[in-house]
């Protein structure tokens, strides 16, 4: 039988690994201080397209172009339990407070089953694996990535974006995660690299949509509405900020944002010294700051393009992004830090990786 959300919410009992325990609401669980965020992926679909069931699949594979990123959604979970669970528990000894959950396909929405695949969470199992990060002394928050360049794992309904049945599927999405995730502190809902440009690249999507302008806003605004309704604040990348300034005037600053700079043309962290394209990304943090938002700048452990060419790695990305901001920012603004080694808990390779992740957010944390 399908777990409906108003019968988990009633729910009495929940699964564990050692029988059944009783599902009572969490208290909110709240991190003191500073925000020691580390943004790990439960689904891995935000970079894929979500086919019609009668496409012939081998034509599409022909249309790639050589050496392009693969447009094909995951059909299983990526996600392996042993894994995560190496990778948290290690977040939580090296001094992180937060978790920031990717869940994309990695969670069966009461409301939505059908957007879930083979070896989906439920929500029994989630709200298990909160308790347990709770008393590591980790908050949870959920990520829904809304941006049309990171929504595959909304799999047909990507294509109905701005109409009266996307909006709904949305509402029905964000009020399950609030009521598994027991009204968390935050939503954070994406909306990142909504361009034609990321979309396209390297046939990573077959499937081009964008809103721009008053579309983006509207529907911007109304995802961040319906966060408000269920007593959560949304939290959102603010790259759309970049190329439209307006958008710090028009964004409520109850927005929680997060700037990501990984300086990826290797242009440096002095804003007066960087004259590559990085540039913009840099000087986020500094609009952020002057328009009055509260904000989590995101570094990572993941190598840029430039960087990648140089073969210089991005050991140092972390560091230099945690003492430029403390240095810069007015602790006003400032409310933490946010960790992204943007790979999943899927293999040993890259369990190592976030692991490192975790070793050098660490260390940054400590300048």
Not at 47 to 75: H, M, Q, R, Y
Not at 231 to 242: E, K, P, T, V
Not at 316 to 336: E, N
Request: proline content about 5%.
């Amino acid at each position: 039988m399908t777990t409906t959300r108003r019968s988990f919410i009633a729910s009495t009992a929940l699964a564990t690994a050692g029988g059944v325990a009783a599902r009572t609401p969490l208290p909110r669980f709240t991190a003191p201080g500073e925000i020691k965020a580390f943004l790990l992926h439960l689904g891995h679909n935000m970079w894929c397209d979500w086919f019609p069931p009668d496409v012939d699949l081998k034509v599409v594979k022909a249309a790639i172009p050589p050496n392009g990123s693969s447009p094909f959604p995951d059909t299983e979970l990526r996600n392996k339990d042993d894994l995560w669970r190496k990778a948290t528990d290690y977040i939580a000894a090296k001094g992180m407070n937060m978790i920031v959950v990717d869940l994309g396909e990695g969670l069966v929405y009461p409301s939505h089953p059908e957007l879930s695949i083979k070896g989906s969470w439920t929500p029994e199992k989630m709200h298990a694996e909160i308790v347990r990060l709770n008393k590591l002394g980790i908050e949870v928050i959920p990520k829904l990535n809304f941006s049309t360049t990171h929504n595959g794992w909304l799999k047909h309904y990507r294509r109905m974006i701005s109409t009266p049945t996307y909006y709904k599927v949305c509402e029905d999405l964000i009020a399950d995660v609030a009521e598994i995730f027991d009204h968390p502190r935050f939503l954070h809902i994406g909306y990142d690299e909504e361009t034609a440009r990321h979309q396209d690249h390297s046939g990573r999507c077959l499937y081009v949509i964008v809103r721009k302008g008053e579309f983006w806003m509207h529907d911007f605004l109304h995802i961040v509405r319906t966060v408000e309704k269920n007593d959560m604040r949304a939290w959102a990348w603010s790259d759309y900020g970049w190329d439209h300034p307006e958008f710090y005037e028009r964004c409520p600053k109850s927005v929680l944002m997060s700037n990501w700079y990984y300086d990826e043309s290797y242009g440096g962290f002095e804003l007066s010294e960087n004259k590559t394209s990085d540039h913009k990304r840099l000087k986020g943090f500094y609009d952020l700051d002057k328009a009055g938002f509260e904000q989590v700048p995101c570094g990572t452990n993941w190598t840029g393009w430039q960087r990648k060419k140089l073969k210089i790695g991005a050991d140092d990305v972390i560091g230099k992004l945690v003492k430029m901001c403390r240095r810069d920012i007015s602790a006003k603004s400032l409310k933490g830090f946010m960790m992204a080694p943007w790979v999943s808990c899927n293999n040993e390779a890259n369990l190592k990786i976030n692991l490192k992740g975790a070793d050098l957010f660490a260390e940054a944390l400590k300048s």
